[in-house]
């Protein structure tokens, strides 16, 4: 069984469109977060959620909105999609916000605006 | 050897040699390390973590070195085989609000390539 999942695996769209990642994680963490790796694999968090309530929000434009209906769910919607967006998207989640217990991070999502 | 590649520094071992990738880190209060492997195609996969007060720590084939000192970490992988060849990657916690919430910090890479 996949501890955390994304879909999908690959998502190929046109600049202006609105797209959404799905995430979930089955290992009852109450941590979720949202990581952009770039082209030169650099690593950046964009949110963390804890049970459902936003926790970190970095300097990401607010085009891109995260949702958690339920803290096993974090899900990443964004909005009028632009070329600079294009990079691997990665869900991963962690026991706790505390920073005590490794993330477990999902296997990706690649956006790729043409 | 270690060379600065285009994009990620690369280190070239041959298989059955021991590795040693190096990273420094940015914050002198940060008390927890995590290495990470992330191979193509994949998330980074957990490999071994430290506490500060500790300098080393060892798992199956690997072992990390923390030098609180010159804020240095390394990762030793022994035997190299095929299957390490990935991105590697330091992290470092980065704590907030009296500590009660951290943040994964991730150094830049390293690409471990393994020659058989």
């Known amino acids: 069984d996949t501890a955390v999942s994304q879909t999908p695996k690959y998502l190929v769209t046109q600049m202006g469109n609105d797209k959404s990642i799905k995430c979930e994680q089955n290992?009852?963490?109450?941590?979720m977060y949202w990581y952009k790796q770039d082209s030169k694999k650099f690593l950046k968090i964009m949110f963390s959620?804890?049970?459902?309530?936003?926790?970190i929000n970095e300097t990401v434009p607010n085009r891109f909105s995260p949702k958690s209906p339920d803290k096993a769910h974090l899900n990443l919607h964004i909005n009028s999609l632009e070329l600079g967006d294009s990079a691997v998207y990665f869900c991963a989640s962690s026991v706790d916000r505390v920073g005590d217990s490794p993330l477990h991070f999902g296997n990706g999502t690649r956006l790729t605006v043409t | 050897g270690e060379s600065v590649g285009l994009h990620l520094p690369t280190l070239s071992v041959q298989e059955g040699d021991n590795s040693i990738i190096n990273c420094a880190y940015s914050?002198?209060?940060?008390?927890?390390f995590i290495w990470y492997k992330q191979e193509s195609g994949k998330g980074p996969q957990f490999i071994i973590d430290i506490r500060s007060n500790m300098d080393k720590r060892q798992g199956q084939r690997v072992t990390v070195l923390l030098n609180k000192t010159v804020k240095h970490l390394s990762l030793q992988i022994a035997a190299t085989q095929p299957g390490d060849s990935a991105v590697y990657f330091c992290?470092?916690?980065?704590?907030?609000?009296?500590?009660?919430?951290?943040?994964?910090?991730f150094g830049k890479g390293t690409k471990l390539s393994v020659k058989p």
């Open positions: 290992l009852g963490h109450d941590t």
């Open positions: 959620y804890n049970n459902k309530e936003l926790i």
């Open positions: 992290a470092e916690i980065s704590r907030h609000y009296g500590g009660s919430q951290g943040n994964l910090i």
């Open positions: 914050n002198s209060a940060s008390d927890y």
